[in-house]
């Protein structure tokens, strides 16, 4: 019997000797929506999720589904709209995920009239525009920076310029 089978064996008869006899196991899991990864439940349960979205999360202005009476020891979600849930002692959930917002042709657009502009603004677009090479998407996040630095440039000389195109296109992906 190797080290790794050792302690997996001393952890079962460690669990075993913690759960008194007849009790219900600890766990069980409702979820009513997720739209993320990982959840766990029980007794050192563990989940991770290290996957990639594209997308936008759901939720908004849609009507929440109900919530379900988590069962003993368990989770019950109404809407959660990234990952990662843990309950019960030892349980632990790691969401290592990446979500990405989905290159529309609109976006793409925008990011073009984006290139005449100067310093941090264009910078930013070049970088999303990178990302969308290699990931097929963009971070909420440099959206986000893009959408505010589009808009401040905007501002500045009245709106009808490439980055007030640029800025309405990018805060409508983002809502």
């Given at each position: 019997?190797?080290?790794?089978?050792?302690?997996?064996?001393?952890?079962?008869?460690?669990?075993?000797?913690?759960?008194?006899?007849?009790?219900?196991?600890?766990?069980?899991?409702?979820?009513?929506?997720?739209?993320?990864?990982?959840?766990?439940?029980?007794?050192?349960?563990?989940?991770?999720?290290?996957?990639?979205?594209?997308?936008?999360?759901?939720?908004?202005?849609?009507?929440?589904?109900?919530?379900?009476?988590?069962?003993?020891?368990?989770?019950?979600?109404?809407r959660m709209t990234g990952g990662a849930a843990?309950?019960?002692?030892?349980?632990?959930?790691?969401?290592?995920?990446?979500?990405?917002?989905?290159?529309?042709?609109?976006?793409?657009?925008?990011?073009?009239?984006?290139?005449?502009?100067?310093?941090?603004?264009?910078?930013?677009?070049?970088?999303?525009?990178?990302?969308?090479?290699?990931?097929?998407?963009?971070?909420?996040?440099?959206?986000?920076?893009?959408?505010?630095?589009a808009g401040r440039a905007a501002g500045s000389?009245?709106?009808?310029?490439?980055?007030?195109?640029?800025?309405?296109?990018?805060?409508?992906?983002?809502?």
């Open positions: 019997m190797g080290a790794s089978d050792e302690a997996e064996r001393t952890d079962r008869e460690r669990d075993a000797a913690e759960e008194p006899a007849g009790a219900d196991p600890a766990g069980g899991i409702a979820v009513g929506e997720f739209d993320g990864g990982a959840l766990a439940a029980g007794r050192r349960a563990e989940a991770e999720d290290a996957g990639r979205r594209i997308g936008r999360p759901l939720g908004g202005a849609v009507t929440p589904p109900p919530v379900v009476p988590p069962v003993a020891g368990g989770i019950s979600i109404g843990a309950s019960g002692p030892g349980a632990k959930a790691t969401d290592r995920s990446e979500r990405f917002i989905e290159a529309t042709p609109q976006l793409v657009d925008a990011l073009r009239l984006l290139r005449g502009e100067s310093g941090e603004l264009r910078a930013e677009a070049a970088e999303a525009e990178r990302d969308i090479e290699t990931t097929g998407g963009v971070e909420p996040g440099r959206l986000r920076r893009l959408a505010a630095l000389v009245g709106g009808q310029t490439a980055a007030g195109v640029a800025s309405g296109v990018i805060t409508g992906m983002l809502s």
